[in-house]
Nanobody, 123 residues
Framework: QVQLVESGGETVEAGGSLRLSCTAS????????MAWFRQAPGKEREAVAVITDKNSAKYVASVKGRFTISKDSAKTTLYLQMNGLKPEDTAVYYC?????????????????WGQGTQVTVSS
């Protein structure tokens, strides 16, 4: 496992941008698939985006073209650049790591999770 800490969440107006960060401690996430998930109040957790160890990325339809997942070359920080934010993007955002590098949008595949960071988009 790797310890993960998210940051960057805040309240922004609709149409605005935010960049979330997820920093690994204890070890890098070399060899992992890394992903962002989110959970809105009263809703189930859902996947947002995933990136493999070799930087292949995929997104859920609701964020495609607006969000970009990336990581630094040291493989210790994961990012989520969010543009064109909408009120429906309001949620707690979590980063997660899969040591088996399965490039999955299924949360059950992930064995390392951060504590989450709140993103609120006002209309």
């Amino acid at each position: 496992q790797v310890q993960l800490v998210e940051s960057g969440g805040e309240t922004v107006e609709a149409g605005g941008s935010l960049r979330l960060s997820c920093t690994a401690s204890g070890r890098s996430f070399l060899g992992f698939s890394m992903a962002w998930f989110r959970q809105a109040p009263g809703k189930e957790r859902e996947a947002v985006a995933v990136i493999t160890d070799k930087n292949s990325a995929k997104y859920v339809a609701s964020v495609k073209g607006r969000f970009t997942i990336s990581k630094d070359s040291a493989k210790t920080t994961l990012y989520l650049q969010m543009n064109g934010l909408k009120p429906e993007d309001t949620a707690v955002y979590y980063c997660a790591g899969d040591r088996s590098n399965r490039w999955s949008l299924d949360g059950s595949m992930y064995d390392s999770w951060g504590q989450g960071t709140q993103v609120t988009v006002s209309s």
